[in-house]
């Protein structure tokens, strides 16, 4: 009897420690950044492929080589609340150098489109001037 109330408690909490998807899938691993900070609040911009959604989480939760903006984490979610975050350095990097790239890329481009001026800005010339010679 005693086994039998043991096995019953150990069910239980086990049903409680890990609770089971209603779909009945396993927690899943995605992707997120570390977007911002918000007062004392880390927001992570987790991606999926319909929607990217934000989670909040205290910054205590994330690995301290991963407490910065722009950050890559790999995360495992059970019911839309963390229940493990891993620190992917190389995704970091990879994304970092992408972005300096692309940040070059625009402003080459940006450079090519602006005509140069050697006379100052156009209101300058534009602007009458008043002669009171007197």
Known sequence: MTSLRYLACALLALSLTAPVD???SAPTTRTAVLDRFEGDRAVLVVEDADSPETLTVDP???PSAGRHVDAVFAVSLAHGSLTSV???RRATR????S???RFAGLARTQSDRVPS????SPTESATPTSD???
């Open 22 to 24: 209603p779909a009945g």
């Open 60 to 62: 205590a939760r994330l």
């Open 86 to 88: 891993e620190y992917d």
């Open 94 to 97: 990879r994304r970092t150098r």
């Open 99 to 101: 972005a300096r790239q």
């Open 117 to 120: 001026t050697s006379t100052g």
């Open 132 to 134: 009171s010679g007197t």
